[in-house]
């Protein structure tokens, strides 16, 4: 049969040849998008990096600004750019310019291979993680040297992608870094210290965890300290509590000020004080007083508060609180709560004063209705921020229109040279900044009122 009798019948057999093959076109759509991805994510991260060498080297030009800016640092600056461009956290960024510098300086062909679609930056930064345990730049030199070496032995030039396996990488240049000499225990100690912290992670259930990154022998004595005074308190009759529920309610306790306990390790451990008294006489119990009782801001249905409807409400911050934790924060005589009861009108009471610092009943207005910092990407609790003055005072009033919660970094970006924020009307923020990147902080939403059936009759 001629090439044109196959035409005719309407095109090739199922079983020609020159039949385009349906599964091997998704196998290389998948291998093409593969590629386009990896060399996607090194152009952003490359784009990135070369915005944060342009501020670099703009810090080091002679200041021609408008005087009375903050002056913002590169990293700040590209936090403030990226941050709301990208909808992407200060420490991804952070740690995004890192790994393209350790490339660029250590790496030059793998960043080229990232930059090519060929690798992606999973296995680059592999590659990169053992240079921190390197003692020196001549040592990180050598190091990454010998590991560019094996990837590129290992590459097959005509393949889309760098054929190397990620377990395969890891274990190399692990074999490789410990050729050299690695850096003291105590340099990296001093390094991790520097960064101890508190952390705390809401969880969606209306639990929370907060972590403590400390020394290590303190974290061992105060865990087993927590444990000592939780098995005593257990001993108490009626305790129905397990020992770990007895361990975090006696962390939140001590923390409050609730509780002090007078025992020491060794007296708690031989159930005898060294006057011959009773360990657990010396837990006291104390009234914190309403002033220094803890401040939970929560925006609640009135239905929910009522036990009327299971509408779960929402602390600052974003974290939702289940309803029925919603009443136990309100039955609960120990905290001082502050709520936004919301209705279907959803309206605010405007309140002002005289003075440049806000009076507490406006503070709590403003921490309601915006419960966290209004940069687009931050959601650090309204509590725990400044309330800056959208207008500056005294030109702008002490009211609840004009005051908006900023944490101190995004305090200063608002504040930098050619950063604006204006507050719209159905209560989002829009930010513009100094390159005329406009990004919108929408709205908090308020859990709506919602009764159970026959509820509302």
């Known amino acids: ?115 090519a679609g060929r690798m992606d930056l999973g296995r680059a930064a592999v590659a990169q993680s053992c240079l921190a345990r390197l003692t020196n730049d001549a040592d990180r030199v050598a190091y990454a040297a010998q590991v560019e070496g094996l990837l590129q032995r290992q590459d ?17 240049a692990w074999r490789r870094c410990r050729r050299f000499p690695q850096r003291e225990r105590t340099e990296t100690f001093a390094e991790a210290f520097a960064k101890q912290r508190v952390r705390l992670r809401t969880d969606e259930n209306g639990m929370a965890s907060l972590v403590c990154s400390t020394r290590a022998d303190h974290g061992l004595q105060a865990d087993y300290r927590l444990t000592l005074i939780a098995r005593k308190r257990a001993e108490r009759d009626g305790e129905e509590r397990t020992l770990e529920q007895l361990r975090a309610d006696t962390l939140i306790d001590l923390i409050h000020g609730r509780i002090t306990v007078g025992a020491t390790d060794g007296e708690l451990e031989g159930d005898e004080t060294s006057t011959g008294g009773d360990p657990e006489d010396t837990i006291e119990w104390r009234d914190i007083g309403r002033f220094a009782r803890p401040i939970v801001n929560v925006v609640v249905p009135i239905s929910t508060l009522m036990g009327l409807s299971d509408e779960p409400g929402r602390m600052a911050g974003g974290a939702p609180v289940p309803d029925d934790l919603v009443r136990a924060i309100a039955d609960d005589p120990d905290s001082v709560w502050h709520r936004l009861v919301t209705d279907p009108a959803g309206r605010f009471v405007e309140l002002s004063t005289n003075t440049y610092q806000p009076n507490e009943k406006l503070q709590r207005t403003v921490v309601a209705h915006s419960p966290e910092c209004v940069f687009p990407t931050c959601n650090r609790p309204a509590t725990v921020v400044d309330l800056d003055h959208r207008i500056p005072w005294p030109l702008g009033r002490t009211t609840s229109w004009n005051l908006q919660p900023l944490c101190d970094g995004h305090h200063q970006v608002k504040h930098s040279e050619g950063f604006s924020v204006v507050r719209e009307k159905d209560g989002s923020y829009t930010w513009t900044s100094r390159f005329g990147t406009m990004s919108r902080k929408p709205p908090p939403e308020y859990p709506p009122v919602s009764w159970s059936r026959g509820a509302a009759a």
């Open 1 to 115: 049969m001629s090439p044109t009798d196959t035409m005719a019948r309407g095109g090739p057999e199922p079983d020609d040849p020159r039949r385009p093959d349906p599964d091997r076109a998704l196998l290389d759509a998948a291998l093409e998008s593969q590629v386009g991805a990896n060399r996607c994510r090194a152009l952003l991260l490359d784009a990135m990096s070369r915005f944060h060498d342009r501020r670099v080297e703009e810090v080091a030009q002679p200041r021609q600004g408008t005087p009375g800016f903050f002056v913002l640092t590169p990293l700040k600056a590209t936090k403030a750019e990226f941050g709301p461009l990208l909808v992407m956290g200060d420490r991804m960024i952070e740690t995004s310019l890192a790994l393209v510098a350790d490339l660029r300086q250590f790496f030059p062909w793998v960043w080229a291979q990232c930059l």
């Open 156 to 172: 097959d030039p005509d393949a889309a992608l760098h054929p190397v396996r990620y377990a395969n990488l890891q274990q190399a």
